[in-house]
């Protein structure tokens, strides 16, 4: 059970249509991901790292092998609020 420190988690509208269609072994793994990311925001498994150029300003995690979520943390007074943006494959949110 998380407490009130714990930070406020957004998904943008394009999050959610990209969830939506999103296969169900992807949406299980992102809740995982998600649990963990928030108990240990750099676990190595996470490979969290910032993004460059068109995304410069975000952050992005390993979902999958090859899922990745796209996110925001910023902060409102002293509460964390992430937001996540974006959530595809490797070459689906950098065309790599």
């Known amino acids: 059970m ?3 420190s714990d930070p406020q988690i957004n998904y943008s509208k394009l999050f959610n249509k990209q969830y939506k269609i999103i296969p169900l072994e992807i949406k299980i793994a992102f809740q995982e991901t998600l649990e963990l990311f ?3 925001h750099n676990h190595p498994i996470l490979r969290n790292h910032a993004l460059k150029e068109k995304l410069q300003g975000y952050k992005s995690i390993n979902v999958t092998e090859d899922y990745r979520a796209i996110y925001k943390i910023k902060l409102e007074g002293k509460k964390a609020v992430i937001t996540f ?3 595809g494959t490797h070459e689906e949110l950098y065309g790599k």
């Open 85 to 87: 943006y974006l959530i």
């Open 38 to 40: 928030l108990d240990n």
């Open 2 to 4: 998380r407490s009130k």
